[in-house]
């Protein structure tokens, strides 16, 4: 009788392992197909030789990189400081809205409009209006540096996404915990801060590092007012050496920092 | 002697759908009443406006001889001076066992730390929580984790604890340690009272049970009189289907 059921378990395994392995031959044959079949399409084009010249030029790349990296130095800083601005700026627009107290319609109301209007303009238009709009009203005392007013920019715009991240987490508490908390005699705030907020956080971050990688690419966007960044570099070695390859350099800098970020948002989701 | 609880008259509707008509109770020091009732008679509800999680329409609840329910009144004081304890535990997963338990006493009692952290590992240990104070709840079974609530709402000392069907989430194998764990606080005189659907456990430790329909009490006794001859077609009725359920 044993034997019987260990000979069974053996064929079990052995058929297990068949289909093991005719899977990974079946997923590699179908990889080499696939890639292959779209490295041919590209390298045999009509126009592959010429393209190959402007894009992945050797000696163009040498010559802009370390320029473009100088520049991808400041898109780094600046994603920095506004995703340090953003957090804050979004977590108290998002408690603001949330609030029930009656001193704080006003300010709930302005919250409704701060997202309603700042998630409703396009990024690019926001930098813009801010960019030149704030210098020509001549304050005294308002910077007039553009890549400070572009991180103000977009800080204002990410605000606004991040507001409604914070706040769909805040809301996706359940409310008996917010009565267990108040059983207990905690105040409304307290209950916020020590039962509902981090539960809420955690929920979200997922969501707000997402929102995180959109903004790394998002900071290129500040070169309309004129600050070296790398998009901005890669643009002036392109124009002035008819060479597209820079460009490609600044992409590829881009990449090393959002595609480590998305992973970093993939086995977060799934410990989730 | 002054009741430890007074409820005079309560009144409670959502909308159109009165929920509470009109509840008159007393519970004297060291007593414990159950509430019982089919699903949607109003027991929870009157147990969260015992403890102004919900605000009354009318009538007034009194702690101590104190009106509790006058608007005047902070209510965040008065849910210091009670317990209550949830049918689904409501225990706050971010925090530890440990954390659960001290968050009252350290944030809205303001007890030092070190205090609160001893008697806290002191209250756990004597209810058999000895050795999880690390855990999260949801590592703990149900029957666990409810103790772990009653323990929680105990460490505020409150005057009265308030029982939410503490039982009715549990799986049946482990409702008994939860009911061990009132007993020994009906034991320890602790008022209390506790809705519940267990009958034999109602029996056990309430001095009054109160029959709950449709938002009044329409009967009200000592356990024996109401589980062995109730008057009310409708306690009869709840009752029959009770025991046909078994």
């Known amino acids: 009788m044993a034997e019987v059921v260990a000979s069974r378990q053996a064929v079990r395994a ?110 690019i238009l926001l930098v813009f209006l801010v960019g030149f709009g704030v210098p020509a009203l001549q ?3 308002v910077p007039t540096d553009p890549v400070v007013l572009g991180c103000v920019a977009l800080a204002l715009s ?89 460009l490609m350099a600044a992409a590829l800098l881009y990449l090393c920092v959002t595609v480590p970020l998305a992973r970093v948002v993939d086995r977060m989701q799934d410990r989730q | 002697m002054t009741a430890v ?34 699903s949607g008679s109003g027991k929870s509800t009157l147990l969260r406006c015992v403890d102004l999680l919900e605000e009354i329409d009318d009538g007034d609840v009194l702690l101590d001889g104190e009106v509790i329910t006058d608007p005047s009144v902070d209510p965040v004081a008065m849910r210091r001076k009670l317990g209550m304890v949830f049918q689904a535990y409501n225990l706050f997963p971010h925090m530890t066992v440990l954390g659960n338990v001290m968050l009252g006493p350290t944030r809205a009692q303001g007890a030092a730390g070190p205090e609160a952290r001893d008697r806290a590992r002191e209250l756990l240990a004597r209810f058999g929580l000895a050795g999880r104070e690390d855990d999260k709840p949801d590592n703990l079974s149900g029957g666990q984790q409810q103790r772990v609530a009653i323990v929680r709402a105990l460490a505020t000392d409150p005057r009265a604890l308030l029982l939410d069907e503490v039982t009715s989430a549990l799986d049946p194998e482990l ?56 008057e009310q077609p409708e306690t009869q009725r709840f009752l029959r289907r009770l025991l046909e359920a078994r």
């Open chain 1, 14 to 123: 052995a058929a297990r392992r068949r289909r093991g392995r005719r899977g990974a031959a079946i997923s590699a044959l179908s990889t080499i197909v696939v890639i292959g079949g779209l490295v041919a399409l590209v390298v045999t084009s009509p126009g592959w030789e010429s393209v190959k010249q402007l894009f992945f030029s050797w000696e163009d790349f040498k010559l802009a990189f370390p320029d473009v990296l100088k520049g991808f130095w400041l898109d780094v800083k600046m994603f920095v400081i506004v995703e340090a601005v953003v957090l804050v700026l979004g977590l108290v627009v998002a408690l603001v809205r949330t609030s029930t107290a009656a001193t704080l319609f006003p300010l709930r109301m302005l919250a409704v409009v701060f997202t309603d209007v700042l998630r409703g303009v396009p990024t």
């Open chain 1, 139 to 141: 304050l005294s005392g």
């Open chain 1, 158 to 246: 990410y605000s606004a996404y991040v507001a409604e991240v914070y706040r769909a987490g805040i809301r996706s508490v359940h409310p008996s915990q917010r009565a267990a908390a108040l059983a207990l005699g905690l105040t409304g705030s307290q209950a916020l801060r020590h039962v509902i907020l981090p539960q809420a956080v955690r929920r979200v971050v997922p969501p707000l590092l997402n929102d995180f990688i959109a903004l790394q690419k998002d900071v290129a966007l500040v070169s309309i007012l004129g600050p070296l960044e790398a998009f901005r570099q890669a643009q002036i070695y392109a124009s002035s050496n008819f060479n597209y390859t820079p």
């Open chain 2, 5 to 38: 609880l007074e409820l005079q008259g309560i009144t409670k509707a959502y909308g159109d759908v009165e929920v509470l008509r009109g509840i008159d109770l007393e519970v004297p020091e060291h007593h414990a009443v159950a509430l019982i009732g089919a």
């Open chain 2, 175 to 230: 409702v008994g340690e939860v009911l061990a764990v009132v007993r020994d606080l009906k034991a320890d005189g602790m008022t209390m009272i506790i809705a519940t659907h267990e009958m034999a456990f109602a029996r056990d430790v309430a001095d009054e049970v109160c029959f709950l329909h449709e938002g009044r009490i329409l009967e009200r006794g000592a356990p024996e009189r109401i589980f062995s001859e109730p």
